[in-house]
């Protein structure tokens, strides 16, 4: 069974830092996309960024880009979200998903940004 | 990277048939047979419900079934139910960045 669970998140304050992890099982993990998908509170899912199986190709939506860091480790099948330079609208639920378009997702983090 | 467009909501009685459209440009919906389609109900994470335009996850009832024509994309749920009341989102990928877009959702209210 495929599980996806996403840890990391919680309050920090703008213009702070958050790591955010997520933890594969089930299946073949270094053979396959990953996404990070995002929902602030009451809005839509909002793609954030994806990476390659080997982790060679990287992409981000425009709003995230030079402040996130999207990485991966195959060998402890493991996906990370590095968020500097947070911002208020950065609140939201962060979601782990597998495959270029989502297929299994995780139950997500909670990331506030408030002062 | 713009949205995909739903209708906010769509609604219909207990039984009856509903179609949900998802509408895209040629850069994505209408050149991709990657548009996939998720349930929310309030609180969970989403739900998978169609990939590839009209396949069907294991354990998806058939009453829900997707379909494509040119840049638009839509989901049929097929006699209603009460728990089928919730938030559905489209998805397609866009070969832009090789990136994703998703739909702005739309509400389902079985009245």
């Known amino acids: 069974e495929v599980q996806l669970v996403e840890s990391g998140g919680g309050l920090v304050q703008p213009g702070g830092s958050l790591r955010l992890s997520c933890a594969a099982s089930g299946f073949t993990f270094s053979r396959y996309w990953m996404n990070w998908v995002r929902q602030a509170p009451g809005k839509g899912l909002e793609w954030v960024a994806n990476?390659?199986?080997?982790?060679?190709?990287?992409y981000y939506v425009d709003s995230v880009k030079g402040r996130f860091t999207i990485s991966r480790d195959n060998a402890k099948n493991s996906l990370y979200l590095q968020m500097n330079s947070l911002r208020a609208e950065d609140t939201a639920v962060y979601y782990c998903a597998r495959d270029v378009v989502p297929l299994f997702w995780g139950q997500g983090t909670l990331v506030t940004v408030s002062s | 990277q713009s949205a995909l467009t739903q209708p906010a909501s769509v609604s219909g009685s207990p039984g009856q048939s509903i179609t949900i459209s998802c509408t895209g440009t040629?850069?994505?919906?209408?050149?991709?047979?990657?548009v996939s389609w998720y349930q929310q109900h309030p609180g969970k994470a989403p739900k998978l419900m169609i990939y590839e335009v009209s396949k069907r996850p294991s354990g998806v009832s058939n009453r829900f079934s997707g379909s494509k024509s040119g840049n638009t994309a839509s989901l049929t749920i097929s006699g209603l139910q009460a728990e089928d009341e919730a938030e559905y989102y489209c998805c397609s990928y866009t070969g832009s960045s090789i990136s994703v877009v998703f739909g702005g959702g739309t509400k389902v209210t079985v009245l």
């Open positions: 990476i390659k199986e080997d982790g060679s190709a990287k």
């Open positions: 040629s850069s994505d919906v209408g050149s991709y047979n990657l």
